[in-house]
T-cell receptor, first 118, second 115 residues
Framework: AQSVTQLGSHVSVSEGALVLLRCNYSSSVPPYLFWYVQYPNQGLQLLLKYTSAATLVKGINGFEAEFKKSETSFHLTKPSAHMSDAAEYFC????????????????FGTGTRLTIIP | DVKVTQSSRYLVKRTGEKVFLECVQD?????MFWYRQDPGLGLRLIYF???????EKGDIPEGYSVSREKKERFSLILESASTNQTSMYLC??????????????FGEGSRLTVL
């Protein structure tokens, strides 16, 4: 089964600094990978996704992630952190990919809480 | 916009009580999910359903059951609540064939405390 590992449960960066959140995956088939964000007291929302098209994926709020097969990684980055980026971020992998639909589900990582220092 | 509504944001229950967590979505989605969120453990899938009256066990189904009598509603049931079920519970929904694309829509969560 596919799985993802997020390195670092807490990351703190200064406002304006680079944000780097790490995610490595384990998959026996080409994976479909995602980053979700959870703002305080809210549910999760999709930030960006890799579904075998371009390896560099751009998402909302200036975030992007690069799929690197050789490193089995899908790290999330943002060039300049804003205070509004403070949230918890989850990496996830899809259990099935088309045309193998069926009992689809996502497997999530353990999450990384991002704190922005003024 | 898709809306996934969890009926209770905060609940406090006693050990041994039966607990119902309700989730309703308004976009005619086939798939619905219940996740549990704990610090350091991330989201873990409890149960999911891909159609009315259908259910599948997730990774941690022990101590839980579910009900899906109508397409828009997916209920999580704790038959006899225990303190180790104190957690945040997240409901999500998706169109059939769209989970692979990450198109899950989440509710705001129900924080359950069992005393």
């Amino acid at each position: 089964a596919q799985s993802v590992t997020q390195l670092g449960s807490h990351v703190s960066v200064s406002e304006g600094a680079l944000v780097l959140l790490r995610c490595n995956y384990s998959s026996s088939v080409p994976p479909y990978l995602f980053w979700y964000v959870q703002y305080p007291n809210q549910g999760l929302q999709l930030l960006l996704k890799y579904t075998s098209a371009a390896t560099l994926v751009k998402g909302i709020n200036g975030f992007e992630a690069e799929f690197k097969k050789s490193e089995t990684s899908f790290h999330l980055t943002k060039p300049s952190a804003h205070m509004s980026d403070a949230a918890e971020y989850f990496c996830a992998v899809s259990d099935l990919a088309p045309p193998n639909f069926g009992n689809e589900k996502l497997t999530f990582g353990t999450g990384t809480r991002l704190t922005i220092i003024p | 916009d898709v809306k996934v509504t969890q009926s209770s944001r905060y609940l406090v229950k006693r050990t041994g009580e039966k607990v119902f967590l309700e989730c309703v979505q308004d976009m005619d989605h086939e798939n619905m999910f219940w996740y549990r969120q704990d610090p350091g453990l991330g989201l873990r899938l409890i149960y999911f359903s891909y159609d009315v009256k259908m259910k599948e066990k997730g990774d941690i189904p022990e101590g839980y059951s579910v009900s899906r009598e109508k397409k828009e509603r997916f209920s999580l049931i704790l038959e006899s609540a225990s303190t180790n079920q104190t957690s945040m519970y997240l409901c999500a929904s998706s169109l059939a064939g769209q989970v692979w694309a990450g198109e899950l829509f989440f509710g705001e969560g129900s924080r359950l405390t069992v005393l």
